[in-house]
């Protein structure tokens, strides 16, 4: 019997059989990766004079760097990235770019480790795991830091507020910035209204002369459409990458209805609907077997030129329970967190709307674990990256914390940045007045509630462990 075996065997009393063998399918076979020490390898430019930096791959088979500071203040951060990306890692280039991307948490003195992950797409238990395993090559090359922290961007807040679920005592602290914090069954609410609002204005995806198939789905399983001929539709509906002036009117008008019904920005209109169509074909395909997670029947568009003629007219569909099941279970968060927690988050994200949150303040709320969550907010309008002194000085707030007993407060944080900047000279927006709206100010509500019940401790327990998790009940 192989490890995987033995571990869903385990398991076989806690879950329906069927879903045992539909996460057998989302796992594949044993890794077959042999597990090998880290080799030195070349840092990137933003650390190559602070710091000596490793690659290695997992037994697993996900691909880790590591950078050590030459003045090491003897702590760690364990970073999670975002995404997904749908490609497979060939390489342990995706961490090696993130470590030059938040090259501060080095700076300040941390040494920094992130996986790769094992294979493209979504599944954050999956990323979960390959995290935590970067961590664990880490102590086993350069023994144990005096703190670990975790910290996750975009999609990887939601990985590294997870991953302190899942491991509660083994991070003294976690910092999530521009975090996915609404989790996956109502984080992608919106563009589950992206896809069928755009169909309805331009239907051209797909066309009527193309097979046809449920807009949950993003993209048939066998389309061979590429991203570059996603985008020259979107154009050809809406043109979006012309001059304003040499739009058709009725290019304008498809613009202008999608903008104010979904309330996604312009600039970054192509990557949600890029989302909407390759993540959610992932989703959808490659991980729950077909089955549709998400809804909008119920939902009430408005903003548009004529609401009535859309919400006549805009595609409906309800979610399959167990699909909706399996993803909250592997991508919403409990709030059942033990340690100092700080959040940072442009108060203008395109991508990862500030309300998410909002969503995470309940979620923890609801836990009881509030007094343990201090978020902050940033007049910033990136998604990507935000300023080197506002992490510094989220990173600082969070160590001192940890250390002290003592919770920061956003003021107090906004406060210490300056000196921070003075290092960095990238400027500090931080705003400790700034509240965001609710959820669902923000993203339509599905009817019929926003995620389900948590999974009981006995589940987590033994989920947790199983190797290669991508969605599991």
Same mark, same amino acid.
Do not use: K
């Given at each position: 019997m192989t490890h995987l075996s033995r571990h869903l065997a385990r398991a076989a009393g806690l879950v329906p059989a069927a879903t045992l063998l539909l996460l057998a399918a989302l796992t594949g076979p044993p890794a077959q990766a042999a597990e090998a020490a880290p080799v030195p390898t070349t840092c990137p430019p933003a650390v190559a004079e602070l710091a000596t930096c490793w690659t290695g791959q997992d037994a697993n088979g996900a691909f880790y760097a590591i950078a050590v500071p030459r003045e090491w203040n003897g702590d760690l951060v364990v970073h999670s990235h975002g995404g997904p990306d749908l490609d497979d890692p060939t390489d342990a280039s995706r961490s090696l770019d993130d470590l030059d991307r938040w090259s501060?948490?080095?700076?300040?003195?941390?040494?920094?480790?992130?996986?790769?992950?094992?294979?493209?797409?979504?599944?954050?238990?999956?990323?979960?795991?390959?995290?935590?395993?970067?961590?664990?090559?880490?102590?086993?090359?350069?023994?144990?830091p005096g703190r670990t922290f975790a910290h996750g961007q975009s999609w990887g807040g939601d990985v590294a507020a997870k991953l302190v679920e899942v491991h509660?005592?083994?991070?003294?602290?976690?910092?999530?910035?521009?975090?996915?914090?609404?989790?996956?069954?109502?984080?992608?609410?919106?563009?589950?209204?992206?896809r069928v609002v755009y169909q309805y204005y331009c239907g051209n995806h797909p066309r009527p002369t193309e097979p046809q198939y449920p807009l949950w789905m993003g993209l048939r399983a066998d389309?061979?459409?590429?991203?570059?001929?996603?985008?020259?539709?979107?154009?050809?509906?809406?043109? =979006?990458?012309?001059?304003?002036?040499?739009?058709?009117?009725?290019?304008?008008?498809?613009?202008?209805? =999608?903008?104010?019904?979904?309330? =996604?920005?312009?600039?970054?209109?192509?990557?949600?609907?890029?989302?909407?169509?390759?993540?959610?074909?992932? =989703?959808?395909?490659?991980?729950?077997?077909d089955r549709?997670?998400?809804?909008?029947?119920?939902?009430?568009?408005?903003?548009?030129?004529?609401?009535?003629?859309?919400?006549?007219?805009?595609?409906?569909?309800?979610?399959?329970?167990?699909?909706?099941?399996?993803?909250?279970?592997?991508?919403?968060?409990?709030?059942?967190?033990?340690?100092?927690?700080?959040?940072?988050?442009?108060?203008?994200?395109?991508?990862?709307?500030?309300?998410?949150?909002?969503?995470?303040?309940?979620?923890?709320?609801?836990?009881?674990?509030?007094?343990?969550?201090?978020?902050?907010?940033?007049?910033?309008?990136?998604?990507?990256?935000?300023?080197?002194?506002?992490?510094?000085?989220?990173?600082?707030?969070?160590?001192?914390?940890v250390d002290t007993g003592v919770r920061p407060t956003p003021a107090g944080i906004a406060a210490a940045c300056p000196a921070f900047d003075a290092t960095y000279g990238a400027g500090c927006f931080l705003d400790p007045g700034f509240t965001p709206g609710s959820y669902a100010s923000r993203v339509e509500p599905r009817p019929g509630g926003t995620r389900w019940p948590a999974i009981s401790a006995a589940q987590e327990r033994a989920w947790s462990h199983v190797p290669g998790i991508g969605i599991a009940p």
């Open positions: 501060v948490m080095v700076r300040e003195g941390y040494a920094w480790v992130g996986s790769a992950y094992r294979r493209g797409g979504f599944g954050t238990r999956m990323a979960v795991a390959d995290t935590e395993s970067a961590r664990t090559e880490f102590v086993a090359a350069f023994g144990e509660p005592s083994t991070y003294d602290g976690v910092l999530l910035t521009n975090g996915v914090l609404a989790g996956g069954s109502r984080g992608y609410d919106y563009r589950v209204d992206l389309s061979t459409m590429t991203s570059g001929g996603l985008r020259a539709r979107l154009q050809e509906c809406t043109g =979006i990458e012309s001059d304003p002036a040499t739009r058709t009117p009725l290019q304008q008008q498809n613009l202008d209805d =999608i903008l104010a019904v979904t309330g =996604i920005p312009e600039r970054t209109l192509g990557s949600h609907l890029s989302f909407a169509t390759f993540t959610f074909r992932d =989703i959808v395909h490659e991980r729950l077997g549709n997670p998400f809804s909008n029947r119920g939902v009430r568009y408005s903003g548009s030129h004529d609401d009535r003629a859309l919400n006549r007219g805009v595609e409906r569909f309800s979610a399959d329970p167990s699909a909706r099941r399996d993803l909250s279970w592997d991508s919403d968060l409990t709030g059942a967190v033990t340690i100092p927690t700080v959040t940072l988050h442009a108060t203008d994200d395109p991508t990862a709307f500030v309300e998410h949150e909002s969503a995470y303040r309940e979620t923890r709320e609801g836990a009881g674990t509030a007094d343990l969550l201090v978020q902050n907010f940033t007049h910033e309008s990136e998604h990507s990256a935000l300023s080197n002194s506002g992490y510094a000085a989220a990173m600082d707030a969070l160590a001192t914390w």
